[in-house]
């Protein structure tokens, strides 16, 4: 029988587990989104975020077993998403696979959320590394060199604002929706990104860094002084994909890495899709989005991750902590 492994993650705000096989092919995904939750507070409650996995993650592990036609006795290991992230979140995720992996007598992994949304390339796909990474999330902004399987170099990551809490940010100062990022690209489509023409930080410097905050600034007092919200959107989406595109493209061309691969929810982004595609006409490489329920947090990455684990023998022990702080090279 071919290697199962149920993936659970629960760093942020949804509440997911999911049954792959071999790493790649997808038996079962479950997410449970707490956004309607949040959505009357503006943003993630960490708190409120830790009790809704308390009550919610048992039924959604149950229902991946369900929809996988599998028991807990059939898995080859479970794998738990163990940082970066909240740290209340992580606590459930991590205490439940636990509890679970002793009761069933199966092998524990703790994995690296963000190496997680890198194995997202690899679900239903034949891609392998080495492949750089673009991270693009509400909590991270990352550019990662994956060279071969447990091998990662971080390029850059963001001084300040993830491109994602960016984005919530403005759409909140424009009174839009939790999660803004959609939001704010609705009402982009309808503005003029040429009226405002917001700092692209950090593109005269070397290096892969990011940093948003000097742009959130720019926009805030834009809005202060009246100015259209469409035309804010449209420039403020436009000067955040600026910097990303720009950047994944001298990373292209420094490390000569030729296949892109993109993960975290503002993936979904449809301007930063178009201008990344463009950029690999240009420039000759080649760019994989993973499908776009596989670009947010869900347990299919986590279980993706943990074939890999597992193949390079990097199990956890029963002491396996939550960490809210995890850099992408330091776990096993
Ligand atoms: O990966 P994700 O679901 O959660 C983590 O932060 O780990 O990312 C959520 C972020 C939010 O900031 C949301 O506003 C942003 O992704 N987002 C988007 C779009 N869809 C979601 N940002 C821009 N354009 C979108 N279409
Ligand atoms: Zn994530």
Redesign the pocket.
Known sequence: MSPLFLGIET????TAAAVVAEGRSICSNVVFSQVPMHERYGGVVPELAAREHVSRLLPVVDEALRQAGVGLSELTGIGVTFGP?LIGSLMVGVETAKGLAFGAGLPLFGIH?LRA?LFANLLESDLDPPMLCLL?????TELVLWKAYGVYQRLGSTRDD????L??KV?RALELP????????RLAALGDPRRFAFPRALLDEPGFDFSFSGLKTAVLRALVHGAPAADVAAAC?AAVVDVLVEKTRRAVAQTGEQLVAI??????????RQRLEEAAQVDGFRLHFPPTAL???NGAMVAAATFDAWQRGCSASLTLTAAADLPIESAG
């Open positions: 760093s942020c705000d949804e992230g959320h949304h693009v999330s509400g909590g991270h993830a491109a994602g809490e984005l919530d759409a939790y999660p803004g990022g959609p939001q704010l690209e989406q993960g975290g929810d503002v993936a979904a982004n449809g301007l930063l670009c947010t947090d």
